[in-house]
């Protein structure tokens, strides 16, 4: 009993000079993967944020939902369809990424930081023109082998980010939480990679660290190998690695996103295990941390 007390106290001896150098600072985290299917998960997810807030950070959520969105598509007879790892998205497809990402799956989020004494807001990029988004385009080749544009329909990424209503969340004693739909100058709505939206938020918030949460360990040098776990990256070092195919499928998007926030001025920029229970306590406020962490 009293080697547990121990134990206890010398965690949070550990923890307490990174309570201080993070005290006041925000961090924006990307929440995704095994993380948004599993219960336990869940949980510890949000009592790391909710730690996170009442140690003085301030966190800043940005979710995705594909599983959700492909559920609830199959269950309305509509067919996913997936170009580059991006799903094309209709009319049709768009009612429904729109309903599951903000009407469903934000606001559970939302619910669940409340229930654990939390206090949160959900947010999508319409709301208070948070991000603006343009039409992404790709290309891939036709049957000639030629480079062609693909039309995607209504996938967008994003062009232009107003921090000024997650900064007025964070001051009035709010977890902002970010579901990845915008706008377009028109008004269309834009179904947005998650990824992307956290990366470009953080650039915009001037963020101390960009976490985000995959279903991998973090990036290896070799995958069969473990021990070949990369604990620090140089963005300068990403090309060459994508071309050797050491960064790959999605991966790539989350480390290209993690060199842009670096550009932009974000601190820090970590990619981590989020099949860990509280892999975001154990990155912040640990000595070793985990995961790969990109720096500038």
């Known amino acids: 009993m009293v080697t547990s007390a121990l134990e206890k106290a010398a965690i949070l001896v550990e923890a307490l000079p990174y309570i201080k150098k993070f005290y006041g600072k925000t961090v924006v985290i990307k929440y995704g993967g095994h993380a948004m299917v599993n219960e336990e998960l869940k949980q510890a997810v949000m009592k790391d944020v909710i ?18 969105i492909t559920g609830m598509l199959e269950r309305l007879g509509i067919r996913s369809t997936f170009i580059q790892g991006l799903r094309v998205t ?13 009407g469903k799956v934000n606001k559970e989020i939302v619910g669940l930081i409340q229930q654990l004494g939390g206090k949160a807001v959900g947010l999508s990029g319409k709301d208070g023109g948070l991000f603006q988004a343009t039409k992404q385009l790709v290309t891939g080749k036709n049957g000639e082998g030629e480079e062609v544009p693909v039309d995607l329909g209504y996938v967008g990424e994003v062009s232009r980010v107003n921090p000024e ?60 190998e ?51 229970a509280h892999s975001i306590l154990l990155e912040v406020f640990t000595d070793q941390g985990i995961g790969t962490m990109v720096v500038k």
């Not at 049709?92 to 990424?97: H, I, Q, W």
């Not at 009035?172 to 956290?198: C, F, H, R, T, W």
């Open 51 to 68: 730690l996170m807030k009442l140690v003085g950070m301030h966190p800043v959520l940005v979710h995705g939902g594909g599983p959700e």
């Open 165 to 224: 209503i997650i900064e007025t969340v964070i001051a009035k004693g709010y977890i902002p939480v970010v579901a990845p739909v915008g706008a377009g100058p028109e008004g269309q709505s834009y179904n947005i990679n998650a990824d992307y939206v956290a990366g470009a938020v953080a650039a915009a918030l001037k963020a101390d660290k960009l976490v985000m949460l995959t279903d991998v360990e973090g990036i290896f040098a070799n995958y069969q």
């Open 90 to 102: 209709d009319a049709a497809t768009m009612e429904v990424v729109e309903m599951v990402l903000v």
């Open 226 to 276: 473990k021990a070949s776990l990369i604990s620090s990256l140089n963005a300068a070092d990403v090309p060459r690695l994508v071309a050797e195919g050491v960064i790959a499928g999605g991966m790539i998007p989350k480390v290209e996103c993690c060199v842009k926030a670096l550009e932009a001025g974000v601190a820090t920029t970590h990619i981590i295990d989020g099949r860990l």
